[in-house]
């Protein structure tokens, strides 16, 4: 492949930080705003209220199956060792690079102080790898510590571009459609993200406690933005309706994932949006 021809996006290295974007399970600062920074932090930070995540191990190669390991610690540089289930799981750790592609969603396994996960690196380049989780103690579930830190492959990277919004997506033989076309959510303001699923897939099935999980990165800083789950009706069931909603802190292009499951399969469909 080519040398890549985009330079490194030095705010997000510089702030030693998937994603103004947003992280939720469904039933010009590139930050959040401070009330909701004050709650859970963006990922572009590798420290936020008290915890710190301590990488180990962090991927320096490419291949399908690279090792990563960190540990969270507190102020004194003591292990986390006890979390609350979120979603079905005591950790979410998200990866992408900071072209916003090479998504993963990944569960890593607490090996004593230590969370151990395998990594897929596809290219070289600019990665970033956010640590999602609730410490034992009292947090609210619903505003869970996010912390992030970038790491760099080297070798020759072949930059993706991002595409244009559009109103659908294909994945495995599927199209998933936003009802709303390619509206554009406006920042600041609560908005409600709906994706329906069509084709031969059979019903949808729960996905981390819920029927999807949605990840929603800002184009240029990665920083995960506040949101909120939509407990799914009935009725958007029967549609194979997707609800969420959202706050944008930024304007610009964000880029979304949209997980969810039919039968045994789990799929990730990519969007596009470009808040006003």
Known sequence: MAASPWPARLAVIASVAVLAGVSLAIGGGGGQSSASLALHGDGLSDAHDGFRLAPVTLPDARGRSVPAAFR???QKGRPQAEYEDRRSRRMHVYVVRD???AYQHLHPKLDGDTWRVAVSVPDGGQYRLFAE???????????????????????DTEFAPIPAPA???KVDGLTVV???GTAKPVRGKRVTL???VSGRSGA???HHGAYAHLTAFNAMTLAIVDARPVEASESALNQRELVFRARFAERGEHRLFVEFRTG???HVAAFTIFVT
């Open 72 to 74: 969270i610690v507190d």
């Open 99 to 101: 072209d916003t592609h």
């Open 133 to 155: 989780f609730v410490p034992v103690g009292g947090r609210d579930a619903a505003h869970p510590i996010l912390l992030g830190v970038p790491f760099t492959v080297a070798g």
């Open 167 to 169: 109103a659908s997506a």
């Open 178 to 180: 936003r009802p709303e």
């Open 194 to 196: 709906r994706f329906r």
């Open 204 to 206: 949808l099935k729960p």
């Open 264 to 266: 045994g399969t789990r």
